[in-house]
């Protein structure tokens, strides 16, 4: 019986851009839905941008461009990086749309009208720096519960504790460096305790949740009263007004969650389609999440409840998977294991991914670990040396012909494995993809010892033995196939490739279970290489490149240096030589004696010390920011070769250096302590 399937994925930021670690989730859901396409089911794949919040508009006002303008861009970078990897949507919208705003309304009233908001003063940090209350995601500091450090204002991934990020010891912000302020505002809550009991249920009945997610709510959470729900953010915010309490805004978790519900009616209005039929409370529509552990609370919590209230479809199932470590480590910026999805694919087939990502996928919430000598090793004796090495080791042979009018005697190999294909489906839909790909390899080396023993590279060139070769070569192009339909959802390029060889597109499930015969054999053409090691350290390596480069730019970032001196005083286009800057003899030089100048406006006349009986007399037009009495003392740099020049005031032998566009706005330069008169400055 058919089913009507709705997947999502969580929404990925629009602040950053994809990567590896991103595309566990991406890929392990595209293969899920692929594999229900397969099997002739309807199912959708929906997801979009998630785009409010303080970080887009902080972005947005640095680069002097509207947020519109921000994620727009990283939506097209996004999608670009979505499509290099096979991952197709039926539908990527964004949550600062029509149908978003439309559907968090609706929900709203639904939740006033259900007596669950209330009205609360939150002590919260604000960023004095960026001028902003600070979301949860933008502090960082040490966990409160277990101490340790770098944790986001929300929850630990160390010891799983949630907490106020006012709770944070140490807390910087993650906008601009600064230590945040407490300060007080109004916020908006829902009491989801008057849920408790639904929320009960709804966790720990009829397989919603892996039974390690169920438990892990039922002892964490649900064991006490559940707390208030803080889901408004006051002025300034990038988001949704919320209508009924002017200058608050939703806060991002609750606009985002919604995002699956808007890009799905967003997708039926392009279609014309029934968005109720999908997502009210008596569809028959299954909803699947697919999501990462460190948002189950929201997903599991929070979301169901707005659901219930508002009257709409409840989640069947939410897939929850863990995070990706590379090497056995936590992804590293400085050791170039935070790979971005488009360093990936500058250098690397994205099916080697698609492939060990559902070797490594089980239906639990563990962590995967890529070992790149393992992906290596992996993709190049699964894919190359036994999945694609049978097509290889045949195809050539009858290229340009045909397969036999008869499928031959092949010892029961078509038969079993068509009878596999059962256990396999079973596996994929539990989203157990690691017990998938073992059985699959293991038709792959029952096919590839059927080729060994009959050895057809041995009869091409016996004349009498065509006919022979031609069923050899038909048995083992049927098993290829029917092991290529088994892999379709995780590799389709393969699939589309072998569809081509064999003259017949793999369209569904029940393609592995009848062979092919006397159907035209195309030109093989190559399917697959070997993974080069060479580039998956060239990936490495630009990663750390691009890391340094972030690093540079972070530095930069966290002053708030601007390009507005530039851009008055442009640098010089001319360059100088080493032999030019050596010229100039710049020195520490102190202030001995400073005073007015009669009759001038701007200068002050400064006799500067370089040490023992050398004094140079220096008229330096810093009137306006200096007071002469204060400047008596003080080490400053001087130019101490300049040639003299005679002023209506007398001789000036040098120059003083500062900076600064002038006015107000001079600054003199000044060594640091330690540094004596006559020191040269290099």
Same mark, same amino acid.
């Given at each position: 019986?058919?089913? @009507? ?29 692929? +594999? ?49 990897? #096979? ?50 995601? +933008? ?49 908006? +809550? ?30 964490? +959470? ?357 032999? #030019? ?52 003392? @003080? ?48």
């Amino acid at each position: 019986m058919s089913r @009507r399937i709705l997947v999502t994925a969580a929404l990925p930021y629009a602040n950053g851009h994809i990567h590896i670690g991103h595309l566990v989730e991406y890929i392990q859901t595209d293969i899920w839905v692929r +594999f229900q396409k397969l099997r002739g089911h309807r199912c959708l794949y929906i997801c979009a941008d998630d785009t409010h919040g303080t970080a887009i508009m902080i972005r947005a006002r640095q680069e002097g461009r509207s947020e519109e303008a921000v994620i727009a861009d990283m939506q097209e970078a996004h999608l670009r990086d979505f499509s290099g990897f #096979d991952i197709e949507f039926d539908n990527f919208g964004s949550t600062n749309s029509s149908e978003n705003q439309e559907l968090c309304e609706e929900i709203w009233a639904a939740l006033r009208k259900a007596n669950l908001i209330i009205e609360k003063d939150v002590t919260q940090l604000y960023d004095p720096e960026a001028e902003t209350f600070l979301a949860d995601r +933008f502090v960082q500091g040490e966990c409160p519960s277990c101490g340790a450090s770098k944790q986001y204002g929300d929850s630990c991934d160390k010891c799983g504790a949630t907490y106020s990020a006012t709770e944070l010891n140490n807390p910087v912000s993650k906008l601009s460096g600064a230590t945040p302020e407490v300060r007080t505002a109004k916020h908006l +809550f829902v009491q989801i305790e008057q849920l408790h009991d639904f929320l009960t249920e709804w966790t720990q009945s009829d397989d919603h949740l892996q039974s390690e997610v169920a438990n892990y709510l039922n002892g964490h +959470f649900l064991s006490d009263a559940l707390r208030d729900w803080d889901v408004s953010r006051p002025a300034p915010y990038f988001g949704f007004e919320i209508p009924d309490s002017p200058g608050n805004y939703w806060y991002v978790w609750f606009d985002a969650p919604i995002g699956y519900m808007a890009s799905t009616k967003a997708w039926c209005k392009k279609e014309g389609e029934d968005f109720d039929s999908w997502w009210r409370a008596d569809s028959d529509a299954e909803i699947h999440h697919f999501i990462g552990k460190d948002i189950q609370y929201f997903h599991c919590l929070f979301w169901p409840a707005m659901l219930k209230t508002a009257g709409f479809n409840l989640p069947t199932k939410v897939h929850i998977h863990g995070f990706l470590n590379v090497n056995g480590e936590k992804m590293s910026k400085s050791k170039g294991t935070f790979v971005n999805a488009s360093t990936y694919l500058n250098h690397l087939d994205p099916a080697y991914i698609r492939y060990y990502y559902a070797t490594k996928l089980g239906p639990r919430v563990d962590d995967l670990d890529l070992n790149l000598t393992d992906f290596q090793t992996k993709v190049d004796a699964d894919l190359v040396g036994k999945v694609v090495n049978i097509a290889s080791r045949c195809a050539k042979f009858v290229a340009g012909g045909e397969l036999s009018a008869a499928y031959p005697d092949d010892g029961g190999l078509f038969a079993n494995a068509a009878k596999a294909g059962e256990k396999i489906a079973d596996a994929y839909e539990r989203c157990d993809y690691n017990t998938a790909t073992r059985e699959i390899l293991s038709l792959a080396d029952a096919a590839n010892q059927y080729i060994e023993n009959r050895e057809p590279w041995k009869l091409r060139k016996d004349e009498s033995r065509q006919d022979e070769l031609k069923d050899i070569c038909t048995v083992g192009l049927n098993l290829f196939r029917q092991i290529v339909v088994y892999l379709t959802p995780v590799l389709p390029k393969l699939a589309e490739q072998t569809g081509a060889l064999l003259g017949q597109e793999i369209q569904h499930w029940d393609d592995s279970q009848t062979p092919l015969t006397g159907t035209p054999v195309g030109p093989f053409q190559h399917m697959m290489k070997r993974v080069d090691p060479k580039k998956v350290q060239a990936m490495i390596d630009e990663s750390q490149e691009a890391a340094a480069e972030d690093a540079k730019a972070d530095a930069a970032s966290q002053y708030n240096d601007g390009p507005e001196a530039l851009e008055k005083e442009p640098m010089s286009g001319e360059l100088c030589t080493i032999d #030019d800057f050596m010229k100039v003899d710049m020195r520490v030089a102190r202030v001995i004696a400073a005073g007015h100048v009669e009759g001038a406006d701007k200068l002050l006349q400064l006799t500067l010390s370089l040490g023992g009986d050398e004094r140079r007399n220096v008229f330096a037009g810093i009137k306006s920011c200096y007071n002469p009495e204060d400047l008596v003392g @003080r080490l400053v740099v001087c130019c101490a070769n300049l040639k003299p020049r005679k002023m209506r005031f007398g001789t000036s032998e040098g120059m003083v250096l500062a900076c600064g566009p002038g006015g107000k706005d001079i600054f003199l330069l000044n060594p640091d302590d330690g540094a004596t008169p006559g020191m040269r400055v290099h």
